[in-house]
């Protein structure tokens, strides 16, 4: 049997979502800043962790280190991520099941941060049932802790509702507490009928619901950074610009004329190398010295064909990051559309922006009070 929960331990609360991508990080952001404001030391924790970096010899998750980087806590990186699944470990896992030691490492780096701090916001990962492969799903993890659940949702009222009582099922089975719901990226246009309706649906149900948060742009929008990573390309200019965020593509497929009137802040220019008219037209306005709103966010060069040395000279005058990529303009398109978003170390506009909207609309007393009962 795994060691046990140390005696004393502050309050905690286990952060968890009806599936990925519904705002587990951004509610961990928001939560430990509102946090802060509150008590003295706020602990951080994510047990299990599937998208990991290596620091210092140690697989860290990486919105483990995304906590760590934004709000300096002083715990340990490896004890803010115990566990960080490398490719093959649940082959090899259900070949030589271990759970014992698993859940050892997950209790130990718990008491470890629990003894320093004065609350713990403990953050999932996927759906209650996701780790089940290897005996450490949320729900798994959450009973093993004896922590209640913050759960988030995203969308209207139907859905959202179904999934979460799907997802409670599982809580329930292993007799953890559910002690409020968050829903997440709602339309502006149906934000008033969704935050009336959906509370009462959860009311029904014997849930609270403890926010409802608008659907924000910048949020679901990548940096040129992460398009950098994710499209794993080479970039050959702007690497100052890496923090601009992409709201919209353009696709080089029309006279330079034309394009000019799609050109703005935000837009990701996506072009053959060939068309150098079109990557000049892209960034006339920054050599123009017109307002920078008008610069686009960044270029990426299909084909592997890079433009002319006297083109890239021009372009490191802007400052646009110009990334070279050897797929087809329509491959790397489908692929940055298909980008799951993630805010990352330095993101400090899309962290500043977390903060605001959860501390506008969640009710984060009266998270503290249902964790207090």
């Not at 509370?199 to 992460?226: A, D, F, H, I, N």
């Amino acid at each position: 049997m795994p060691g046990a929960v140390i005696e004393g331990r502050p309050p905690s609360v286990y952060v968890g979502a009806t599936r990925q991508n519904d705002g587990k990080t951004i509610t961990s952001l928001g939560l430990i800043a509102a946090l802060k404001k509150r008590m003295g030391s706020v602990g951080y924790i994510k047990p299990v962790g599937q998208r990991y970096v290596d620091v210092q010899g140690h697989r860290i998750d990486e919105d483990a280190l995304l906590v760590q980087q934004s709000y300096h806590l002083g715990d340990s990186l490896p004890d803010m991520s115990p566990i960080a699944i490398p490719r093959g470990f649940t082959e090899d896992y259900i070949l030589h099941p271990d759970r014992e030691k698993l859940a050892e490492d997950v209790v130990a780096s718990y008491n470890r941060i629990a003894a320093e701090s004065d609350i713990v916001v403990v953050e999932g990962t996927g759906h209650a049932g996701v780790g089940s492969v290897f005996d450490m799903s949320n729900a798994d993890v959450a009973e093993l802790l004896g922590i209640k659940v913050l759960l988030v949702s995203s969308g209207g009222i139907g859905r959202p509702i179904d999934e979460i009582m799907l997802n409670k099922a599982l809580f329930d089975a292993r007799g953890v507490e559910i002690i409020g719901v968050i829903i997440n990226k709602v339309e502006a246009e149906k934000y008033e009928k969704v935050n009336r309706v959906v509370r009462l649906g959860l009311q029904r149900l014997g849930l609270e619901c403890v926010g409802v948060m608008p659907y924000q742009k910048l949020l679901s929008s990548p940096t040129m950074e992460q398009v950098l990573e994710d499209t794993g390309g080479k970039l050959i200019s702007g690497r100052s610009g890496l923090k601009n965020t992409v709201t919209r593509m353009v696709i080089g497929a029309m006279q330079p004329h034309e394009a000019l009137t799609y050109f703005s802040r935000g837009v990701l220019l996506i072009t053959p190398g060939t068309r150098e008219d079109l990557v000049l037209a892209a960034m006339s306005s920054c050599v123009a010295g017109i307002a920078k709103r008008n610069c686009v966010s960044g270029i990426i060069i299909t084909g592997g064909t890079e433009p002319h040395t006297n083109i890239l000279e021009l372009i490191q005058r802007t400052f646009i990051p110009v990334i070279s990529v050897p797929e087809d303009t329509f491959a790397v398109a489908s692929r940055v559309n298909k980008l799951s978003v993630k805010i990352r170390p330095g993101d400090s506009d899309k962290i500043r922006a977390t903060e605001d909207l959860f501390a506008e609309y969640i009710d984060v007393d009266r998270i503290l009070e249902k964790i207090a009962q």
